[in-house]
């Protein structure tokens, strides 16, 4: 796998996979990233913003996603005001079936590529004086549940609806009820310069913390025998509400691919975490793809899960740990493993023949052996 990605020249800056609660592989090609380095989530932030939803529903801030959005905001005069955006329910802003008129896909990010006037509507968002009362003053374009469109503003409205029923800013409510439970410390979330914290991009995390969110989820809501969020958030997050392309569905802020049973968060640039229940499988991406299609679902699909032979967790001991993880996932070890070695002997370092070491502190994701 690893030589695969090398062959190709694509841009991974880390990968890391856990099986059966243990991190089995973990990679930096690119030199200018290790275990303690940040990187930026891009839209995986949508998904860390969907999970502080459900846990303020699950701490009585908000009572439910039926809940009227315009109730969250009721000093707003809100323009093209109809009985469609009044209608307009928090389960339409997680399922990005607002019905506001919405484009953020024609044009990129980066546009206006001479065009004083940035035409893609997020970037209209983030350069307006008051982004809340940007998203809420758009028209509407559909009736509230009957269209999915792209649409980073219920994000961030989601963010400001956190704010507004917690009375903490939003990295505050996440570093309390999310960060500091699954252990996560260094992160950065980028902040409007009129407030809220963005809830649909802007948010920095090492690797091993974006896999948390994704263990997290695989193990419904649990994190060390406590409940962090409900199952049943877990199952409505990752249920394909709607399905924007044919093997491609949408729930909660996070993507579904319900032909081979994986959910995922997914970034610009190619930022993932891919959660495989059937496998008891976690595998994060970081990367710099500029151009071009991402390729980490087709590596998911054609090393990892192909790989994952064995449905028995790892036990207590090291010989029988390390023999699990050949016999789990072979292939891509095997590949990875030789990659590694040449790297290190083109380096001039010794490599060490303890094989903890050698694959990268193969150990518990949440520090403690997973039980059965």
């Given at each position: 796998?690893?030589?695969?990605?090398?062959?190709?020249?694509?841009?991974?800056?880390?990968?890391i996979?856990?099986?059966?609660?243990?991190?089995?592989l973990?990679?930096?090609?690119?030199?200018?990233?290790?275990?303690?380095?940040?990187?930026?989530?891009?839209?995986?932030?949508?998904?860390?913003?969907?999970?502080?939803?459900?846990?303020?529903?699950q701490?009585?801030?908000?009572?439910?996603?039926?809940?009227?959005?315009?109730?969250?905001?009721p000093?707003?005069?809100?323009?093209?005001?109809?009985?469609?955006?009044?209608?307009?329910?928090?389960?339409?802003?997680?399922?990005?079936t607002?019905?506001?008129?919405?484009?953020?896909?024609?044009y990129?990010?980066?546009?206006?590529?001479?065009?004083?006037?940035?035409?893609?509507?997020?970037?209209?968002?983030?350069?307006?004086?008051?982004?809340?009362?940007?998203?809420?003053d758009?028209?509407?374009?559909?009736?509230?549940?009957?269209?999915?469109?792209y649409?980073?503003?219920?994000?961030?409205?989601?963010?400001?609806?956190i704010?507004?029923?917690?009375?903490?800013?939003?990295?505050?409510?996440?570093?309390e009820?999310?960060?500091?439970?699954?252990?996560?410390?260094?992160?950065?979330?980028?902040?409007?310069?009129?407030?809220?914290?963005?809830?649909?991009?802007?948010?920095?995390?090492?690797?091993?913390?974006?896999?948390?969110?994704g263990?997290?989820?695989?193990?419904?809501?649990?994190?060390?025998?406590?409940?962090?969020?409900?199952?049943?958030?877990?199952?409505?997050?990752?249920?394909?509400?709607?399905?924007?392309?044919?093997?491609?569905?949408?729930?909660?802020?996070?993507?579904?691919?319900?032909?081979?049973?994986?959910?995922?968060?997914?970034?610009?640039?190619?930022?993932?975490?891919?959660?495989?229940?059937?496998?008891?499988?976690?595998?994060?991406?970081?990367?710099?793809?500029?151009?071009?299609?991402?390729?980490?679902?087709?590596?998911?699909?054609?090393?990892?899960?192909?790989?994952?032979?064995?449905?028995?967790?790892?036990?207590?001991?090291v010989?029988?740990?390390?023999?699990?993880?050949?016999?789990?996932?072979?292939a891509?070890?095997?590949?990875?493993g030789?990659?590694?070695?040449?790297?290190?002997?083109?380096?001039?370092?010794?490599?060490?023949a303890n094989?903890?070491?050698?694959?990268?502190?193969?150990r518990?994701?949440?520090?403690?052996?997973?039980?059965?």
């Open positions: 796998m690893m030589e695969y990605i090398d062959e190709r020249g694509f841009a991974i800056d880390s990968v996979i856990i099986r059966n609660g243990y991190i089995v973990e990679e930096y090609p690119n030199p200018r990233y290790n275990q303690g380095t940040l990187h930026e989530l891009y839209s995986v932030t949508k998904s860390f913003t969907s999970t502080l939803i459900g846990i303020s529903i701490q009585g801030f908000i009572e439910s996603t039926n809940q009227k959005v315009l109730d969250f905001f000093e707003k005069t809100i323009a093209n005001l109809d009985a469609r955006k009044q209608s307009m329910a928090l389960e339409h802003l997680l399922t990005m607002a019905g506001l008129e919405w484009d953020e896909w024609t990129p990010y980066m546009d206006p590529q001479g065009n004083p006037d940035y035409r893609n509507t997020y970037i209209q968002m983030i350069l307006s004086l008051d982004s809340i009362q940007f998203v809420l758009r028209p509407m374009a559909h009736d509230p549940g009957t269209h999915w469109a649409n980073s503003g219920a994000s961030h409205l989601l963010s400001a609806i704010e507004r029923t917690t009375q903490h800013t939003t990295l505050d409510f996440a570093r009820f999310l960060f500091k439970p699954l252990g996560i410390g260094e992160v950065t979330w980028n902040q409007h310069p009129q407030g809220p914290y963005y809830g649909g991009h802007g948010l920095y995390l090492k690797p091993r913390d974006m896999a948390k969110l263990y997290l989820y695989l193990k419904n809501g649990t994190w060390d025998g406590k409940q962090i969020v409900s199952p049943e958030w877990v199952a409505k997050s990752t249920e394909t509400h709607s399905r924007p392309w044919k093997d491609t569905g949408y729930g909660y802020q996070w993507w579904t691919s319900p032909t081979i049973g994986v959910y995922e968060a997914s970034g610009l640039y190619g930022q993932q975490i891919l959660v495989a229940p059937d496998y008891d499988m976690v595998v994060v991406f970081t990367a710099t793809i500029r151009t071009g299609s991402n390729p980490e679902l087709e590596i998911m699909q054609r090393f990892i899960l192909p790989a994952a032979i064995d449905d028995t967790a790892p036990t207590s001991g010989d029988t740990l390390v023999a699990s993880i050949l016999i789990v996932l072979l891509p070890l095997v590949l990875a030789a990659y590694w070695l040449v790297r290190k002997r083109r380096a001039g370092m010794k490599v060490t094989p903890h070491l050698a694959w990268g502190d193969v518990p994701i949440n520090g403690s052996p997973t039980k059965r």
